[in-house]
């Protein structure tokens, strides 16, 4: 594989597909200098969930791993002027990091990061009774997507997105016999998205971010 002719081509296609960003260039900077993993997606993922947020017309979304708030950002901005966005955080290093990017970005009053391990937030947001989300990005421990899922699932209504992240892994998916966790809840995810109540495909990424993809679905009718 070339991985430096597939990153070199995704920066052309940043530079010549989304404006000079300042506000995303000094979120990333403030990452790196707090230490966090460059682990966000990168900027033509990014662009490509705000265009699957407009294309939902999603005005409530959910996010399930934040990080720095990179790929909040970029979702958030495809949201209409009263859509919401509520994203979930184990580390609370990383939420504060986040929330300074939000407000960075002026998005400090649409977007909300919540601290704890999403499987315990999950049950929360769900009590509250709130209105369904229209799109969902789960992009934390890998080994916890198929919770991830089915909490979506319960989250979610008739023609909601979901979206899992990082589901190929430079083609380690295909390794039914592996025992790394991230691969068995990567494949477990999959199976998950292939089964009735959902209408699923996956797209393999080659760029900034090497070899990876995602998992898109929508809630096609009842719940099974
Ligand atoms: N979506 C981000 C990247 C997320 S990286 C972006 O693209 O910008 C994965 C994040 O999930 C990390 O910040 C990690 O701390 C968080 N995480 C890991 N386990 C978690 C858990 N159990 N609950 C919530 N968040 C978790
Ligand atoms: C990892 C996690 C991610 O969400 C990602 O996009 C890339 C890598 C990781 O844990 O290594
Ligand atoms: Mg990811």
Redesign the pocket.
């Known amino acids: 594989m070339d991985e430096t002719l597939f990153a070199n081509v995704d920066t052309y296609l940043e530079q010549t597909l989304l404006p000079t960003d300042p506000v995303l260039a000094a979120v990333l900077k403030a990452n790196i200098e707090a230490g966090l993993p460059a ?3 990168s900027a033509t993922q990014g662009a490509l969930l705000r265009l699957f947020v407009r294309m939902a017309g999603a005005r409530r979304i959910l ?10 950002i970029w979702m958030a901005r495809g949201l209409p002027e009263d859509g919401r966005l509520i994203t ?4 609370p290093h ?1 939420a504060e990091v986040a929330r300074a990017n939000l407000e960075r970005a002026g998005l400090g009053g649409k977007v909300e990061v919540r601290v704890g ?3 315990d937030t999950l049950p929360v947001l769900a009590g509250e009774g709130g209105d369904p989300f229209d799109f969902i ?1 789960i ?3 890998k080994t ?1 997507n198929e919770a991830y899922l089915d909490w979506a699932v319960k989250l979610s209504r008739p023609g909601t997105v979901i979206i899992c ?1 990082n589901v190929i892994r430079d083609g380690a998916v295909l390794d039914g016999a592996s025992t790394n966790p991230s691969v068995v809840g990567s494949r477990a995810a999959l199976r998950f998205m292939g089964g009735a109540g959902l209408f699923a495909s996956a797209v393999q990424t080659v760029g900034a971010k090497g070899y990876d993809g995602f998992a898109i679905a929508i809630v096609d009718g009842e719940p099974s």
Do not use: K, P, W
């Open positions: 682990i966000d997606v996010e399930i791993g934040t990080l720095g708030g990179y790929s909040s979930l955080e184990f580390d990383h391990r999403a499987l990005f992009d934390a421990d916890s992240d």
